[in-house]
């Protein structure tokens, strides 16, 4: 008589029936609590990247200017178009802060860009409805430029 593996394969004792479901009821919502933390960690770092190109032409833009008030609505100006560009998905826009503002040749500007992002929509226990996340970019002023505040 001629064996098959469908004949070989060995009955499951009542003990052993319905543990498959019961791995998958205990497995599927941890599992899928895993992955909302992966889209909000990714979610924060693409923002996080996106803030920081911002920060760096803002703060690029700014140097180019010869008055403070100037610098600081370049600043605000084109880190808002830039992010906008990107579609970030910043709550209420970014915040542009101007940390130093030095428009001497060789001097320096440094900005930081924040935003509020929501993660609400993830609706995972324990994960805050909203995070500022923020990054900062220095920028040096050209030293043979000429002029200047």
């Not at 906008?84 to 101007?98: F, M, Y």
């Not at 924040?114 to 990054?135: M, T």
């Amino acid at each position: 008589m001629k064996t098959t593996f469908w004949r070989l394969r060995r009955r499951k004792s009542a003990a052993e029936r319905g543990s498959s479901v019961v791995g998958l009821v205990i497995l599927a919502p941890m599992m899928a609590t895993l992955l909302c933390f992966v889209v909000a960690a990714g979610r924060l770092g693409v923002i996080e990247s996106k803030l920081t190109s911002a920060a760096r032409g803002a703060a690029r833009a700014a140097t180019q200017t010869q008055s403070v008030s100037a610098a600081q609505a370049v600043a605000s100006t084109t880190a808002a178009a830039t992010l906008d560009r990107l579609n970030t998905g910043c709550h209420g826009g970014p915040k542009v802060s101007v940390l130093e503002l030095d428009l001497r040749p060789g001097g320096k500007v440094h900005l930081q860009v924040s935003c509020v992002v929501r993660l609400s929509d993830l609706a995972v226990p324990g994960l805050p409805g909203s995070r500022v996340v923020s990054a900062d970019a220095i920028s040096v002023v050209d030293r043979f430029r000429s002029g200047g505040s």
